[in-house]
């Protein structure tokens, strides 16, 4: 492709909008244009980096046995009902309503529509299992979208579902899609990690995110040398306990520590560590008040906390319920004499000795309660939020906590959708069994901005030359010398013709500005033609990663470029 | 691929909502299932086939110089509102509303937002022209979704728009998309017509459709042997002189009518031919009430009187402004004495003598009447639908009217959208011009229908290779059979790595039931593998579309499928 007969409107300037560099680059190198808050136009250099990931996508996808679909944008909000999510999706639906006053959704996701075909579809454990994908656009009415393609509102996602007769067969395709999703990122020239989730809205009750390791990302990862990461709503922590052993409990005395708020205020003012403070917090579990505990210098994990109580939400009691619970004004809480409320605990608790805790009373608290002695608790587990250095669960080695961008989640859902749409199959003794079902998802946009979050300069992108747009760009110094534009209409031709996807920058423009924008875009290999090294027979090979540059006779190139970029490269199944 | 892998839901059914042929085959042969009215999901077997189409498209564009991008399907109002056609869509145009409120369109075509994109992206004369183009999912809140994806709510188009500093560069680019358009078409291989059309709503002075000529289009096309084609709407027509001279003109006499309605009944009445009534029909032309004169055997054309009288919308006029207008009530309108009104006439009614009028009063009519003695016409002209039989206004020969689906429409746009949305450019004199645009669209989906409208018989589909799913299907009649097994496996890895798209009916089931789905879903050749053949060494080769079969040596399929499905057969570049 020539420069002038394509579109690629490069930008000096950041956008305004723009917190993050995949989301700046992406603007200012002509990949795509904002039309409204989270809603992007693709410019032809950004469809092609989509359609390149699109292309893995269904590569691995097909390799995986799943069979591509292409299901509806709208859907009849009945279904919605029927599985349940029409009524707790929110307001991250959007719900256009038909000239008949029918309510439908835009698909954020297609559990109801695929179980909806399936159920009418399949009878058999026969035709089980089978596995079905689309790529197509989505949507989600993001209260605050940002961070370009990261969070939009419209985007395209892969999304994939299993039907099987049993949990066993589920597992098998989930380790395949798993392996599928391992692939798919490799071959964008992703650095990943498949993380332990928590399943969140969606349900289900074993899943993965795939993250891409990046500051700007929204996710936070936990991770150990061991081989074990999660995020961090679902890392598990484990207490430790301490090395000197039980300290001889003290008397329990009620001390004024007035105006103090915090536990660190607290602790401060009474002269203690914070982690010897134990913080009661009240919350509302669908109807019961329910106190936990944690150390004063943790964070409650709410994940956790409805785990352990079994419940689908938790929110924090009101300071009138407090009152009315512990007889005290909310931040003075305390297990002591706390009656009538189920108390839980985090295990870190149970190694605590001497402790500060909430007196249920304005101003007050307790120096050196003792758990057993003063107060019980009904429940012991992990509760808290992990934090670098925390010890890892598996093999107790400090953890590190990373931001990452989730590209992809696999899920086993279960029987949550089949259930409650009644989705069922016939057994081998003919008896009707619930399908089991599994989800599998790939923000493809998403991905082409993680590739660049990762994999960029100060100048511009660096891409992989598997989501390149194109692989190598021609660039003629001076576009009015006629031996320099003959040899670059020559080399372009013969690389176009050898497989290479290229781009002839053929404006008429000075070469330091053809240079910034060849950075600025990206592509892995620029070929320059100017007058003085033409001089010498010869042409300059520039590695936009390495910075490295050879000169070669034109007549290498193809040699050359065959080994900079073999098909292995291009595809993704290797990378230089 | 093979059959027990894939999904291919086949029916033996048809859909009770199913009209068309088209309808029927694409959800017996498992191409697709409807949702909810008007809305798909394609399965694996048809979203081949969308892609097969899909690929066509883009290879044509491509090489036509148009530039692929992918706009979103939310719209802001604002841009709508801007350009006028949020008041004038109406109930066709989804418009979802956020969270936050604010209204939005389901993108049914993309003029806006093309338009908000260049106009602030180029400036130059120097950058056009420049053709973008898009497949996307696309929305249109149809009152009476039928057909199948012919008229469905969800679809996928290919639209492009043109930008250009004049009228001649337009239509250059309008000249090379009807080239374009007419390769797509004919590599799907579709028989069809580009015919003159009525702009419509979507402004714009010069327009062609794409007919694809089928029974059960919803489109009528008006066509003669000369060449000369156009839309029923669009299609103008040629008043003939009366071979006789003029009559002589009879007292003109007030006669009773009584009960009498229709042009047919008071004719009838009076004994003379329909065709010596002139009928007289009131409108309201955007304010101003017209009377339009039109032989009383013919139909109003309505995009023809709004032509004619140069305005965007007229509405026939209500009983009560008739009786103010006329003095009479509605059905007994008459030109004779009618005053304060507009009065224009169809051609015809130059040439009519001795007519019969309505007297504008109740079961009234007046007898020979004759225009320039009783009444007068202020402008004359085409204001009627053509018929079968009427006189080709190029050639004079009688023209034929087919039904048609209509698959593609290319329009000059002209500055409708440039100057109400303000887009404009810098001329080579630095001044400020309007773009001059064009816009151009494929039914995608609607094409794939099309073509199963156009290649079926009463036992399936029978798909052009360009656009098959799958290009050969290999049916072994006993899969118990080791022999049989073991030589349709090789069969089938062969035809597969030689570039044939190749399913592989692996199903244990009767060769009856296999056939029958073979022929349903429609595969250009199928390749029978049984026990008798193979005893004499031999496979059978049918044409799905002659059922010409052929006995050959199972290493003579190679070379026989190169001579009947040679590459340029299987891209639609010639068809066999």
Not at 239 to 249: I, K, L, N, T, Y
Not at 398 to 410: A, C, D, F, L, N
Request: hydrophobic share 35%.
């Amino acid at each position: 492709m020539r420069w002038t007969r394509t579109f690629i409107p490069t930008l000096k300037e950041d956008p305004s909008d723009a917190e993050i560099a995949s989301h700046k680059l992406m603007v200012r190198a002509g990949l795509m244009r904002k039309l409204t808050s989270g809603v992007y136009t693709y410019l032809p250099l950004g469809l092609r980096a989509v359609k390149k990931v699109e292309r893995i996508v269904r590569e691995e996808m097909d390799r995986a046995g799943a069979l591509e679909t292409l299901m509806p944008i709208l859907h009849p909000a009945e279904l919605w009902k029927e599985s349940g999510r029409w009524d707790v999706y929110g307001k991250e639906l959007f719900r256009p309503v038909d000239r008949h006053d029918r309510p439908h959704a835009l698909g954020p996701t297609h559990e109801e529509v695929i179980t909806d075909l399936v159920r009418r579809e399949i009878r058999s454990y026969r035709e089980l299992p089978v596995t079905f994908y689309q790529i197509q656009t989505k949507f989600r009415d993001e209260i605050r979208p940002r961070f370009g393609v990261v969070r939009a509102r419209e985007f395209t996602m892969k999304d994939a579902y299993s039907f099987h007769p049993d949990e066993q067969s589920l597992r098998e395709t989930y380790m395949a899609m798993h392996a599928a999703y391992t692939a798919v990122f490799r071959r964008c020239g992703l650095h990943f990690t498949a993380v332990e989730a928590d399943s969140g809205a969606i349900g289900g009750d074993y899943t993965h995110e795939f993250m891409v390791l990046a500051g700007a990302g929204e996710s936070e990862v936990v991770s150990c040398g061991c081989g074990y990461s999660a995020t961090l709503e679902r890392a598990e922590t484990a207490p430790v306990r301490p090395e000197a052993g039980p300290q001889s409990a003290a008397a329990m005395e009620k001390v004024s520590t007035p105006g103090m708020k915090t536990a660190e205020e607290v602790a401060s003012f009474l002269g203690k560590p914070t982690s010897s403070l134990i913080k009661t917090l009240l919350y509302d579990a669908q109807g019961e008040t329910v106190a936990a505990l944690i150390p004063g210098d943790r964070e409650l994990n709410e994940a956790k906390l409805r785990h352990m109580l079994r419940v689908d939400a938790v929110t924090m009691a009101d300071p009138e319920r407090i009152l009315e619970v512990t007889g005290g004004p909310m931040g003075f809480s305390g297990p002591v004499g706390l009656e009538g409320v189920r108390l839980v605990a985090d295990s870190r608790v149970e190694f605590m000795h001497n402790c500060v805790v909430g007196a249920n009373e304005q101003d007050c608290h307790y120096v050196n309660a003792n758990l057993g002695r003063d107060f019980e608790a009904a429940q012991f587990g992990d509760l808290v939020v992990a934090r670098e250095g925390d010890p890892c669960v598996r093999c107790g080695k400090p953890v590190s906590i990373q931001r990452g961008i989730e590209v992809g989640q696999i899920f086993e859902l279960g029987t949550k959708y089949s259930k409650s749409m009644k989705a069922h199959y016939l057994d081998q003794a003919g008896q009707e069994r619930d399908f089991v079902m599994g989800c599998y998802g790939i923000g493809i946009t998403r991905t082409v901005a993680a590739v660049i979050e990762q994999s960029h300069d100060n100048n511009g992108i660096v891409w992989p030359a598997s989501v390149a747009p194109y692989h190598i760009e021609v660039l003629p110094l001076n576009v009015n010398d006629e031996p320099t534009m003959r040899l670059a209409e020559e080399v372009y031709e013969s690389l176009t013709a050898s497989g290479y996807e290229t781009l002839l920058d053929d404006r008429d423009q000075r070469p330091g500005f053809k240079f910034k924008d060849a950075d600025l875009i990206g592509l892995p290999f620029r070929v320059v033609i100017g007058e003085k090294a033409l001089g010498e027979g010869k042409v300059e090979v520039r590695n936009r990663k390495t910075g490295e540059t050879t000169k070669i006779p034109p007549d290498r190139l193809l040699e050359k470029m065959a080994a900079l970029l073999p098909e292995e490269v291009r595809e993704g199944r290797a990378h230089n």
